[in-house]
């Protein structure tokens, strides 16, 4: 089946989420995403029947927000889109300075779903950029006018269909998930990649806010303490360059490459090289895999 995503979000797991589920469990309780975004991961196990209950997480609050809104009330969210939208057509109103108007709306306190989801499908690239105030600053793609109101439909009501009555929604610090995390639940991280945050202190604010290094490996350290499944995935290389730390061998993962295409930035440098992300399985995970591979082995 084709699986429904609700606008592009640069960060997003979407072209590659089939081969991360490749490495889910046979069965779980739950899947938790600390660091969901648009929910690619969860869209597409839910769409696979891998599990019937989801705890959609992220610090971006507008984010849950508007993905809660997607799954139990996608009929407002799509009519208040579909007036957004149309009003950039509006007589004698420019549909750049439109966008600006939304994005100005949205920064001074009115954070709704449907302007969340405007300016989502109209900034550059799908990218959302913050301010040193934690206000989107990010340009308009002036271009195209954003994701039609009936392709935003058709997809939240596919998505609502494959998650309403199974998820629920925070947004909370990942520290805070993490601690309610259960055995039987499966955890899938993809935390803002090094380098990507506020909290860098860089030039490049893809996110909110970061996630420190060190303090992410201590809280991975607790998950296999108390023998919770998990799977990370967090930056990798391009080329033959490296991008970020490794996380620690003492944490016991196993780290494979997952091939994500080529890179944009690349590309705009005139060269030809793929990227691969790194993708961490915890090892009591993959210790039950191997398990499970020997029984079918024993049964076949």
């Excluded at 019937?52 to 508007?66: A, G, K, S, T």
């Excluded at 992410?216 to 970020?244: A, C, H, M, P, R």
Aim: proline share 3%.
């Amino acid at each position: 089946m084709k699986i429904p995503h609700l606008v592009q979000y640069q960060g997003s797991k979407r072209i590659i989420a089939p081969e991360i589920v490749k490495f889910f469990p046979t069965s779980f309780d739950r899947l938790i995403e600390p660091f969901a975004g648009t929910c690619a991961i969860t869209i597409l196990a839910a769409a696979q029947g891998l599990c019937n209950e989801f705890w959609i997480n992220d610090i971006n609050e507008p984010l849950v927000n508007l993905m809660e809104e997607c799954i139990n009330n996608p009929l407002k969210l799509i009519d208040a889109y579909e007036d957004i939208w149309n009003g950039q057509f509006d007589e004698g109103e420019n549909n750049i300075d439109y966008f600006y108007k939304i994005r100005e709306e949205f920064n001074k306190g009115k954070k709704d779903s449907a302007r969340m989801l405007f300016l989502l499908a109209r900034v550059v690239k799908g990218a959302v950029r913050y301010n040193s105030n934690g206000e989107l600053n990010q340009s308009c793609d002036k271009r195209r006018y954003g994701t039609r109101p009936k392709v935003i439909a058709n997809n939240a009501l596919e998505i609502s269909k494959l998650l309403k009555d199974k998820a629920s929604f925070s947004s909370l610090d990942y520290k805070d998930v993490l601690s309610g995390a259960q055995k039987g639940d499966l955890v899938y991280m993809d935390p803002p990649y090094q380098g990507t945050s506020k909290r860098d202190n860089t030039r490049d604010n893809r996110y909110i806010q970061g996630v420190e290094f060190d303090e992410f490996v201590e809280q991975l350290k607790k998950l296999n303490d108390k023998g919770i499944d998990y799977i990370v995935s967090y930056d990798g290389k391009t080329g033959d360059k490296i991008i970020g730390k490794a996380l620690p061998e003492s944490l016991g993962l196993t780290h494979v490459y997952i091939n994500a295409g080529v890179s944009a930035q690349a590309t705009l440098n005139g060269k030809n090289e793929i990227t691969y992300e790194s993708l961490y399985a915890s090892k009591n995970l993959i210790k039950r895999q191997e398990q499970y591979e020997q029984m079918k082995l024993c049964f076949a």
